[in-house]
């Protein structure tokens, strides 16, 4: 339950990776290398506790209610996960004020459900 519990902390680490890795490649300035590693970390560990913030409260909501229904990992619990980790974001997102497209959103929400998801679910026993 924990891992649900997580899952917002994903995009916000993938999307300032990702800003980092722009900035570093587009950078015309010759900076030091611990400037950018400093900046990243930084950056990722800002990003991951607003997300937590931000998307806890529906992300605990969510893994009780995995919980309760004892989901596995299977293609049909997941899509299921994905699907209600997009939802729920999307309509939190009404609640938070974000300046962010709503399939940015939906997006960020179902994809760190079905990572976390694909990870966290135990294997369907038979």
């Not at 939802?87 to 609640?95: D, G, P, R």
């Amino acid at each position: 339950m924990i891992f649900f519990t997580l899952a917002p902390v994903l995009p916000g680490i993938f999307l300032s990776l990702y800003l980092a890795a722009m900035g570093i490649f587009s950078s015309a300035e010759n900076t030091a290398v611990t400037d950018g590693v400093f900046g990243t970390l930084g950056l990722v560990i800002a990003s991951a506790i607003l997300g937590l913030i931000l998307y806890g409260v529906p992300a605990l909501i969510l893994s009780i209610i995995y919980a309760c229904f004892e989901l596995h990992r299977c293609f049909k619990h997941i899509a299921i996960t994905g699907l209600a980790g997009g939802l729920t974001a999307l309509m939190w997102s009404h609640l938070v004020p974000l300046d962010m497209k709503p399939a940015v959103i939906f997006a960020s929400g179902a994809v760190s459900s079905l990572l976390t998801a694909i990870y966290a679910l135990p294997k369907e026993s038979r």
